[in-house]
Structures are given as structure tokens and as C-alpha cells.
């Protein structure tokens, strides 16, 4: 990785080379810029985010399809397009403007950029608007089977919905852009690839394909490296990353998810659906606070969806009360035979995170990252609820929110940034302190406050 003057030094070659137009789908809109940088990181090279330095104008921006953003070559727009499952479309850019006259004069300040296809060069015009409805009105040497290049014409209008819901057909205009079409997103069609509905083995706590193909981007996932998910469920994460390239490593503290009914496993039967089984490298059974890993720095990235109560509580073993003044009664079991089912009781989300993220400084290796997903309660959600969690040497990446009204959940990116070993934390559960100055997330007791609708939450 570079250091922060040489990143600067190319952010700033970035901002003086080329602009470029992405059109992005309309989903999950905090997720755009945290996988743009992470595929780019990937890759090795840095996106011209200057138009969007200001917190304000990024939220803003990141509500419409339209970004413009530099890039120091075209190639760096066709890894974007062919890996970002939000990117539908990349363009040149070429000019904007809140009026046509404005885009024309604009235009025309950057004709050594398109002067060459004057002469003798098809072209097909494709022609959006966003909020509005258009048609196409464009005439000269148009072929629109097999045209030399594509340009975009790309209107945008004002919310083409009142407050009520009523269709506003009369929007007002807000801006047009225009460019040469460089390439066309094609990881978008992944998600039907991986859609949960076709897939031979999955449960009802399976992740979508769109969420689960996001998770892998923020991995980095990339042929050679070794992902984990501890949390592994049916497997939803695993086919993605696998897709990707990675090797993966899964647990869980029921077996059952993993194993599905039939001879084969269930997670193995949709791997091989997707061609991937062979990076499965295995599937265990066992509780993450009683783990077998006795040597750290193994993985490349770790992953998970921890079960947070909504449909399915996490767990851990133990009794959920345990009586220091009576000894555990020694039952024999009616068949020695049988396989031994510890008992288990309820894992608190907050004290899950806490764990998560000291298990992952262990287990990962020197800069690699730690996914995961953490519902929050919206109206008392904080910043300092994710940083009040990490630990040394653990550093906050990203923090996208899918937002679902009175709460959501939180992509979390977090890297390890020590280059030393740390000893395999205890993740014994410590009783909550009472301090006054002590903050108390907005996560904690999650699912009890889901299951009471969120009242009384402030």
C-alpha cells in the first residue's frame, strides 16, 4: 500500500487526467462509494472523487445515477464496470449543464476529446431521462445494430413525485450530461446468477444475491486468498467470494445450517451449482468463543452475517443459568452412542461485535479486512456506537446503512492495521459496566428491542 503522500501525489494526477460519467443503478446508495474504493484498491489504482469532497454533496450525489468521477485510463473504467454490481454503465465524459445552451458551450470546450469521430463514424444515441419520461429525437448517421461508438444523453429532472405520492408530470428539468459510452456494467447480471430463489440448498435467513455480492466486493475477494466466515449459515457469503476467485472457510455453532438435509451437504450441493465447490476448503462445527484456532494471522478477510434475533438469535454454549451452589446433575444417556449436544444460551449482539472484532484482529493477517452486518435502531443510532467497539490496531473502513424505517443494518468494513501478532483473545463475556461516562450502542439487546417495536428507545 502506498503511503499518504504518494496517494495524495496520484489522487491529484487522477483529478487532472479524465473525467468519466457512471450511471448506477437506484439501490442501496450508501454502498456505491465504499465498493468503488474497494474494487479500485483492489485493482491498485485511485478514483478523482474531488466533485464530492463535502459530506453534503456526497449524500446528495449519491441519491441520483449520475457521478462524474477521474480516472487516469480507460481500462480502470472497464475493472470498475466488470466487478461494482452497482455500476450499470460507464461513459467518457464530455460535458454538463443545467441548460442545453450550457452543455453546448460545454461541449464545445473539449472538441479535441471527440473531434475524431466527425468524420465517417456511426454512432447510436442513447438518450435517459431520470425522473421524467423521454423520446429519442436525434438525426445525422445513426446505426443503432453495430454503430462505432454509443453516445449518452442523459437528462435529469426534479423528484417526478409530489410528497403525497401523485405522479408530478412536470417536473422541472435539473441538469443534462453527455458522453461516449466506454463500457457497459456486466456484474449487475450476477445477481440473478446468485438469485436465493434458484439456488439448490438456502433457509429463511439466507442473504439476498445483491447484499451477498457487495458483502464480497468489500472482502476484496480475489483468486488466492483465504476468507472465513464464522457465521456461515447456508452459505450465501461463501458462493460469492468463491465466485470471486477466493478460498473459503466456514463455521457455525449449528451444524445443521451447513448440512441441510440429504447425503451431501447442503452448502457443498450449491456450490457446485455455481462451479465453486472446489474452493470450499471445509465446513465445521463449533462456537466462535470456543474456537480451535491456535495460530493467528491466517486469513485475508472475514466475513459473516451474525445472527442478530430478527428471525434467529446468535448463540454460544453454556447454560443460560447457572447455579454456583449446585453442581451439574450427571445423567447418563439412555444411548452412549448418541452424539453429546452441549447446551447453549443467548449471545448479545453488542458483546457478539466486541468479539467479532478482536477474533478477527487474531485471525487475520496484516491488512486484512473484517465484513460484517449490524442492525442498529434508527432514531438512536450513533457513530461512536461502531467506533466505542473497535479495539487497538482495528481500523473503521466503511459504514453503509440499508435502511429498513424504525431500524436498519450496517455494512461494516474494519482492516487490521497492526503488522504484529496478537495472543487469541478469551472472548469470555464480562459483565456490563454502570459508569455514567460508559456508552451504551444502539445495538445492544437488538432483538428485544425489535420484538417490542422500539418503544421507549431514544
Not at 446508495?29 to 464530492?52: H, N, V
Request: hydrophobic content about 35%.
Amino acid at each position: 500500500m502506498c503511503n499518504s503522500r504518494t496517494c495524495s501525489q496520484r489522487i491529484q494526477t487522477v483529478e487532472r487526467r479524465y473525467k468519466y460519467l457512471f450511471v448506477f443503478a437506484q439501490a442501496h446508495d450508501e454502498f456505491r462509494i465504499p465498493e468503488l474504493q474497494s474494487i479500485s484498491e483492489l485493482y491498485g489504482f485511485t478514483i478523482g472523487l474531488s466533485r464530492y469532497s463535502d459530506p453534503l454533496a456526497c449524500e446528495a450525489a449519491v441519491k441520483r445515477p449520475f457521478m462524474v468521477l477521474g480516472l487516469e485510463e480507460d481500462a480502470h473504467a472497464k475493472l470498475l464496470a466488470s466487478r461494482c454490481i452497482l455500476i450499470k454503465s460507464v461513459y467518457e465524459f464530455y460535458a454538463q449543464g443545467s441548460t442545453y445552451d450550457e452543455l453546448h458551450a460545454a461541449n464545445r470546450g473539449v472538441r479535441p476529446r471527440w473531434e475524431q469521430y466527425i468524420s465517417d463514424t456511426s454512432f447510436k444515441f442513447t438518450v435517459i431521462g431520470y425522473n421524467h419520461s423521454l423520446s429519442q429525437r436525434w438525426q445525422r448517421n445513426i446505426d443503432m445494430k453495430d454503430p462505432d461508438i454509443v453516445l449518452g444523453c442523459f437528462e435529469e429532472y426534479e423528484n417526478d413525485r409530489h410528497p403525497d405520492g401523485a405522479r408530478n408530470i412536470n417536473g422541472a428539468f435539473r441538469q443534462v450530461y453527455f458522453g461516449r459510452l466506454i463500457v457497459e456494467g456486466t456484474a449487475r447480471s450476477l445477481i440473478r446468477t446468485f438469485d436465493v430463489k434458484k439456488r439448490e440448498y438456502f433457509g429463511n435467513t439466507s442473504m439476498e444475491a445483491e447484499i451477498s455480492l457487495l458483502m464480497a466486493n468489500q472482502t476484496q475477494a480475489s483468486t488466492g486468498k483465504l476468507i472465513y466466515d464464522p457465521f456461515i449459515g447456508t452459505g450465501s457469503m461463501a458462493y460469492t467470494t468463491a465466485y470471486f476467485g477466493a478460498l473459503v472457510y466456514g463455521s457455525d455453532i449449528d451444524g445443521r445450517q451447513m448440512r441441510g438435509k440429504g447425503k451431501t451437504p447442503g452448502i457443498i450441493r450449491a456450490a457446485s451449482q455455481y462451479g465453486v465447490v472446489s474452493r470450499i476448503v471445509d465446513l465445521c462445527t463449533f462456537d466462535v468463543t470456543h474456537n480451535p484456532w491456535r495460530s493467528g494471522c491466517l486469513f485475508d478477510a472475514i466475513v459473516t452475517d451474525p445472527p442478530y434475533g430478527v428471525r434467529a438469535g446468535a448463540k454460544r454454549l453454556g447454560r443460560k443459568k447457572a447455579r454456583e451452589d449446585r453442581q451439574p446433575l450427571q445423567i447418563p444417556r439412555a444411548n452412549p452412542d448418541e452424539p453429546y449436544i452441549p447446551p447453549t444460551k443467548p449471545y448479545e449482539l453488542s458483546a457478539l461485535v466486541v468479539d467479532l472484532i478482536l477474533l478477527a484482529r487474531y485471525l487475520l493477517k496484516p491488512r486484512g479486512l473484517l465484513v460484517f452486518f449490524l442492525p442498529t435502531v434508527t432514531d438512536s443510532y450513533e457513530q461512536v456506537d461502531i467506533i466505542s467497539s473497535l479495539c487497538e490496531g482495528m481500523e473503521l473502513v466503511a459504514n453503509s446503512l440499508q435502511d429498513f424505517g424504525t431500524w436498519g443494518r450496517r455494512l461494516i468494513t474494519i482492516r487490521k492495521t497492526v503488522m504484529n501478532d496478537h495472543p487469541p483473545p478469551t472472548l469470555e463475556t464480562v459483565p456490563s459496566s454502570t459508569g455514567e461516562d460508559d456508552h451504551v450502542p444502539a445495538h445492544k439487546d437488538f432483538r428485544e428491542k425489535y420484538f417490542q417495536g422500539f418503544k421507549g428507545v431514544e
